[in-house]
């Protein structure tokens, strides 16, 4: 089994940044793809970033490109989204997903292709 955590989420105006982390324990996610999603009020949960095991391969979402950026520390067994010119759109929870296969593919983008759940963090952002 694998825990998530999530943190470093919080109220910032818009234009600023936050930079998220998910924190990984009860094994090691290091050969695990990893994604970001969010759901704001009222609306499904949607696919923010996925990253492979490795970091070399990345997938965002088309509102996103640009201004955030997924990374990880595999020796640190830690998950981060770099968000950068926040707008009062991206305002949701933010959940960070462990898939158990390593590297990204279609299902990437899909909640079904995960194994792990986090509890979220929530990211408001002020006009």
């Known amino acids: 089994q694998v825990q998530l955590v999530e943190s470093g989420g919080g109220l910032v105006q818009a234009g600023g940044s936050l930079r998220l982390s998910c924190s990984a324990s009860?094994?090691?996610?290091?050969?695990?793809?990893m994604g970001w999603f969010r759901q704001a009020p009222g609306k499904e949960r949607e696919f923010v970033a996925a990253?492979?095991?490795?970091?070399?391969?990345?997938y965002y979402t088309d509102s996103v490109k640009g201004r955030f950026t997924i990374s990880r520390a595999n020796a640190k067994n830690t998950v981060f989204l770099q968000m950068n010119s926040l707008k009062p759109e991206d305002t949701a929870v933010y959940y960070c997903?462990?898939?158990?296969?390593?590297?990204?593919?279609?299902?990437?983008?899909?909640?079904?292709?995960?194994?792990?759940w986090g509890q979220g963090t929530q990211v408001t952002v002020s006009s």
């Open positions: 990253i492979s095991w490795s970091g070399g391969s990345t």
């Open positions: 009860g094994r090691t996610i290091s050969s695990y793809a």
């Open positions: 997903a462990a898939d158990s296969r390593p590297e990204l593919g279609l299902r990437s983008r899909l909640y079904g292709g995960y194994d792990y």
